[in-house]
């Protein structure tokens, strides 16, 4: 009877391995699930917030800026932060095969820190083209397939040393473009999200 003894004996302790292994495999995964977790919530979320028009109404000759601001919306510092952007008058829908194009900030070293709930880091992105004004009111016109484009991307790493880049594409809606009496001076302008380009990271 003891062979018969010895097969049970090996039999229950095969099962006690096995059933050992994967306790250890899902202890490991949930530890793995905790520690991601905690990276989500605790990690930088870097986000823009696009403010003034600056521009010259008597001289359009200057080429125009928009103000911006960035926001930190997570619990920890971002680090090396990093910012590119460009303002362009292009057809409206983009085509699909379009690749956006950025033009880095000189305002803002790319050592910058931006803290938790702090918007205190700001800068121009600022145009190439001269005429844009000009090219802005002939865009209050829906039946033209143009519209005024802004694209930014901000890269950074958070304190974890990983790295992310959130980019944004937006565009001025043509119905709320408004001026005053003099017919070149905005009143008011509001922005649009545009269906592509946008990546929150």
Known sequence: ????????????SFFAVVIAAIATYYAFRQSNIAEDTAHRQLRAYL?????TLHYT???YKIPPSYEYSIFNHGQTPAKMVHIEGKIKILHFPLPVN?????????????????FPGDNAMKGFIKSEDSSLIEEIIQTKDINKNIRCYLFARVTYTDCFE??????FCMFLAAQSIAFEPDGKTFKKFNWEIYSRYNNWD
Request: aromatic share 12%; with cysteine; proline share 7%.
């Open 162 to 167: 990983v790295e992310h880049c959130t980019s």
């Open 57 to 59: 109404a008597r001289d």
């Open 47 to 51: 986000g823009f917030n696009f403010t």
């Open 1 to 12: 009877m003891k062979p018969q003894y010895d097969s049970i004996t090996l039999i229950i």
């Open 98 to 114: 379009f690749i956006p194009e950025y033009l880095s900030s000189k305002d803002i070293p790319d050592s910058s820190v931006v």
